[in-house]
């Protein structure tokens, strides 16, 4: 399982970062995706990277606002969250990727963190 860290409180146009770091055997050969969750909505794609760090995938409402990358010694995947607005609010986790599933879909990721809490005030 992932450890996401980070998260906390913000005003809208501030910026966090956040932390996924890995401990299993698998982490250094996959791509990490990070989603999100709002209240009473669906899971949805951020951003991912490949085990190389080479690619990266960004969901549209956040692209050119967030920044994924990835320390491949230190077993860490960070998300840099730049211009926060209210609607970035919501519970961030990372996981693992595996299979053929596009970086997009979520099922296919496993070994989930347990989520880290965003809040962006207006």
């Known amino acids: 399982q992932l450890q996401a860290s980070g998260g906390g409180l913000v005003q809208a146009g501030g910026s966090l970062r956040l932390s996924c770091a890995g401990s299993?055997?698998?982490?250094?050969?996959?791509?990490v995706g990070w989603f999100r969750q709002a209240p009473g909505k669906e899971r949805e794609f951020v951003a991912a990277?490949?085990?190389?760090?080479?690619?990266?995938y960004y969901g549209d409402s956040v692209k050119g606002r967030f920044a994924i990358s990835r320390d491949i010694a230190q077993n860490t995947v960070d998300l840099q969250m730049n211009n926060l607005m209210p609607e970035d609010t919501a519970v961030y986790y990372c996981?693992?990727?595996?299979?053929?599933?596009?970086?997009?879909?979520?099922?296919?990721?496993?070994?989930w963190g347990q989520g880290t809490l965003v809040t962006v005030s207006s």
């Open positions: 996981a693992e990727k595996y299979g053929s599933f596009y970086y997009t879909e979520k099922h296919g990721y496993n070994h």
């Open positions: 299993g055997s698998t982490f250094s050969t996959s791509g």
């Open positions: 990277i490949t085990y190389d760090g080479r690619r990266k």
